[in-house]
């Protein structure tokens, strides 16, 4: 009873304990994820217009692209590009002249960039799918009133396209908080993976505080997938059922 007591009283606050460096583990992880959420769905927004456009070859590049990333597993592609291509950054510098030797790259910018490139290849499907929803007539509807095409997009296919897609969205976001953890495999950045490993590499209670890294991810989930039902109920507010 003892030791259990102990090991609960190391989540404290402070010098004493590892509570405060798991809630700064959750922000951290949050942030990685939302930033590269944010470039993974512009990314995503070209996938999907690349796919969709009348031009075979950038039809071509969309699927070469979306096929490359779902075929090769997650952990790998953060690790290739990662390393590959901070080492490839660093070396177009110093070709330009920017730099006089080999720069050293924000391992949290290149975790981040790594992230975005591939979960917008997930998006770009999901995306490319809300867009093929929206109703054909409306937009027929929308060329015979004189709209253009970037008023076509804001006014009739982006609200009904993001309307379709909330749920694939709320997926995706549910599996980038997770594959989050992989970026504790090629830098430390302090997120929440992070922090339980070097709790439990320091205590040697492996079960314990991997155990409460479950924890705040299966809480982080939670929360993450009752925002998404509330979006999506709010999104669908009006729309007569068949």
């Known amino acids: 009873m003892a030791a259990e007591q102990s090991l609960w009283s190391s989540l404290a606050w402070g010098d004493a304990g590892y509570g405060d460096e798991f809630f700064r583990g959750v922000y951290i992880t949050l942030f990685i994820s939302a930033c590269a959420y944010t470039i993974a769905f512009g990314i995503g927004m070209l996938g999907a217009w690349a796919k969709l456009?009348?031009?075979k070859a950038l039809n071509r590049v969309g699927e070469v692209y979306t096929t490359v990333v779902r075929s090769v597993p997650e952990l790998l592609l953060i690790i290739l590009i990662f390393y590959a291509g901070t080492s490839t950054l660093s070396s177009v510098l110093v070709g330009l002249g920017l730099a006089e030797r080999g720069v050293e790259i924000n391992p949290f910018g290149a975790v981040i960039s790594a992230l975005g490139i591939i979960y917008g290849a997930y998006l770009t499907d999901v995306l490319r799918g809300g867009i093929q929803?929206?109703?054909k007539g409306q937009i027929e509807a929308a060329k015979a009133f004189?709209?253009?095409?970037?008023?076509?997009?804001?006014?009739?296919?982006?609200?009904?396209?993001i309307r379709y897609s909330i749920s694939g969205l709320g997926n995706q976001w549910l599996n980038i908080t997770k594959d989050s953890a992989f970026v504790s495999v090629v830098a430390a950045?302090?997120?929440?993976m992070s922090v339980g490993r070097g709790a439990a590499n320091q205590t040697k209670h492996f079960?314990?505080?991997?155990?409460?890294?479950?924890?705040?991810?299966?809480?982080v989930s939670g929360i993450s997938m009752y925002v998404t039902g509330r979006l999506e109920k709010r999104a669908n507010r009006g729309v007569r059922r068949a």
């Open 207 to 219: 079960i314990f505080y991997f155990g409460m890294t479950a924890i705040v991810f299966m809480i």
């Open 189 to 192: 950045v302090g997120d929440i």
């Open 133 to 135: 929803a929206v109703p």
């Open 146 to 161: 004189g709209m253009h095409g970037p008023r076509r997009f804001i006014r009739i296919i982006l609200p009904q396209m």
């Open 53 to 55: 456009c009348h031009v």
